[in-house]
């Protein structure tokens, strides 16, 4: 009898060892692609070049890794986003135009890896 109480608790023992590390390999897995976005989003360096009275924005790359831009902010309200759209990708160096139907105050974008860059106070 008491052999048996060992081994049934020898095995839900090693059961609950077997779940606890499949959850810690998906909480390491979730953390290192969390940090991976973090680090991408500390290289994101977008400049805005110039923001004319008809709401047409050019936005510079000076950074060293591509933007993606999903969302656009005027005076917090938005005024442009990705969805049904492509999404617009700055690569290095380079210069966009963005069609935004005023111009405001301030200017901020949201880039695809959830970082939020202003770029006009």
Known sequence: MVALALAVTIALSFAAYI????GLSAQQAAISSQAENIRTAQMERLSLVYWDFAGRAWIQNIGD????????????????????????????????RLDLPYR????????STGNILVLRR
């Not at 779940?19 to 499949?22: A, E, L, P, S």
């Not at 993606?68 to 999404?87: A, L, M």
């Open 19 to 22: 779940i606890g590390q499949r």
């Open 65 to 96: 890794t591509p933007v993606t831009i999903v969302r656009v902010y005027v005076n917090d309200q938005e005024v442009w986003q990705s969805s049904g759209r492509q999404p617009m990708t700055i690569q290095p160096g380079a210069t966009a």
């Open 104 to 111: 405001g105050r301030v200017l901020a974008v949201e880039t």
